[in-house]
């Protein structure tokens, strides 16, 4: 790509693969000057030699036409390429877009003759259609709800790709949860079962598909730079949500280094835009450097989302749930009121204080008003309060002790279980009751640790399994709530199983003890009861818990927010819908102690042995 004895412009990647260099030839420097301040600032920057993110790069490609000798310009190969891929499927989209009947578009009743004598699984029609897009673009993103078979409609794209000879290998980022699906369908996909390898150690060049999970990219790019540079290779992004703080994150920047090297780019989430427009930013710039994010910003930039989802349309393929045909499901939130302690202990955290909590004001200061602390005091204050170790359970009196009118405040907060029941934990052990009491089980939702232990002591009698970070035996848990009769309750957290896992044959009761302001979090983990496989006759339900005049009616109103922006980009009224949650009383409104000293004696007496 170079004429002359010596180029006069060179234009590379930096050593990251998340720029783009361009260095100029001595003597050239009021040419480079001229050109070079069309590209963003940022990055390093002397009369000769420019570095420029690669998004703001490939955005602003016009302002290589300011070059006047053009005809001298040396291009690294792996740049160039990328830049030629990037226009490529612009133009395609663009096409898409004005007409679906396009010369080289791929119909769903093509796809099985694309994917090559070796293909044997079954596809439903909603998968063929999402491969028959995903074939027709050079890189793609399936944005399908989880249950959709996203994991065989990324192996069916590798398979029509390598049977036309342009790739021999695929490299999958995935949590580790998504492990064995992909090793389940490579081996189920195809007559010859594919060579599947777990990352350990330098990666094996005999490797059909690779995994890796997204913590250990970042120690492990060189390694998988060379394996993908050793044979053309497929590279997919599964839960692709993970790295949406793009080059910004550290998953996000070792994406985007990788994502040049190979031959094919596929993105595979179910909840591409949990926090906005920026996060979907982020996914099509892994897709389309430089192209993506200019036609989200731009598409959104009006306010209207049924035009941007009609703008957007062409670069994604969905399938929603109700194309699964899955059964409705009920969500449903219940507020709660804070009792008389709670409430001035919650009051003082944010500011507003009493006359007995005056004298604490500097302890009550000390302790912050960070969004954790308060998401926790929400359910009770006393979850701040310093234990024997950092989770350990709080300890509740049934019947509980008078409240000393002489105490301070602060102090109280440290003995508050003492004193009253927190009204969530009321909510939850009237639900499980309920629901133990009819053979079905439930699964809570905390994004606390310490929240999850002590529902573990109060749930005793219904034989809870546990789930969280730091659960060393996450599978047998999981197994025995599955499996056993007698346990009744599974209590985990979004982070740790929110992804990944399927509880939909043996529960279908969700409560929500609190929410973060994560909606990616929140969507996934409702798929974990709701998704393909349930009966049609299946009655799910949901239930949120929230405090009344607390941040977590903050959360709601922005999770609303959230969801609403998510379902109109993706056209997916389900997901709108969820923003919106139908008010219904508590359970629990009307017990009083006495009413909870009774349950618990009979859950002692006749809980599950």
Known sequence: MTTGTEPTLRVAFDATRTRAVLRAAPG????????????????????????????????????LTAWPHADSVEWDQDLATLVGEVLDDADRA???????????????????????????????????????HLLSMQHGANFSVPGAG????GLAVFAAMRARGDVRRLLVVSPK??????????????????????????????????????????????????????????????????????????????CMALGPLARRRLILTGTPAPNGARDLENL???????????????????????????????????????????????????????PGLHRELYDALIGNFTARAEAGRSDFDALGKATLRLLMAATSP?????????????????????????????SLLHRLPSYELSPKYKEVLSIVAENAAMGQKTLVWSTFVRSLTTMERLFSAYQPAVVHGGTPDREEQIQRFRDDPDCHVLLSNPATLGEGISLHHVCHDAV???????????????????????????????????????????????LEDKLAFMGQILDDPSVQQ????????????????????ALLKHIDTHGAR
């Open 382 to 410: 006393a979850l701040l309060a310093e234990g024997e170790s950092r989770h350990s359970p709080l300890s509740y009196l049934v019947p509980p002790l008078a409240v000393p009118e002489s105490d301070s405040l602060y």
């Open 28 to 63: 050239l420097e009021s040419d480079f000057s001229k050109m070079s301040i069309r590209f963003p600032a940022g990055g390093q920057r002397t009369s000769l030699a420019v570095e420029v993110d690669l998004d703001d790069f490939l955005t602003g490609l016009d302002a």
């Open 150 to 153: 996203k994991t065989r409609v």
């Open 284 to 338: 099509l710039s892994f897709v389309w450097p430089g192209h993506g994010r200019r036609v989200v910003t731009q598409a959104v930039a009006g306010g209207d989302l049924a035009y941007a989802s009609t703008v957007l349309r062409p670069m994604f393929t969905r399938t929603t749930k109700n194309e699964l045909g899955l059964p409705p499901f009920e969500t449903r939130v219940r507020y709660v009121q804070l």
């Open 94 to 132: 663009e096409e898409l877009l004005g007409n679906p009947d396009t010369a080289g578009v791929v119909t769903p009743d093509e796809v099985t003759q694309h994917l090559g004598l070796d293909w044997c699984a079954e596809l439903t029609d909603f998968q063929r259609r999402d491969i028959a």
């Open 578 to 597: 969820l923003g919106d949650l139908e008010e219904e009383p508590a359970l629990a409104a009307g017990m009083d102690m006495a009413d909870v000293r």
């Open 512 to 558: 929500y003890v609190d929410r973060d302001f994560m909606a990616g979090r929140f969507l996934q983990s409702l798929d974990r009861i709701h998704r393909l496989g349930l009966a049609p006759d299946t009655e799910t339900r949901v239930t949120v818990l929230a405090a009344e005049a607390t941040i977590d009616e903050v959360v709601a109103h922005r």
């Open 177 to 254: 949860s998504a492990y064995e699906s992909w090793q389940f369908e490579g081996e189920t996909c195809f007559k010859e079962p594919l060579t599947v390898r777990v990352m350990d150690g330098a990666p094996d060049p005999g490797t059909d598909v690779l995994i890796v999970n997204y913590e250990r990219l970042d120690r492990s790019l060189n390694a998988l730079a060379s394996w993908l540079r050793a044979a053309p290779a497929v590279l997919i992004l599964d839960e692709a949500h993970r790295m949406k703080l793009g080059a910004r994150g550290k998953y996000g920047s070792a």
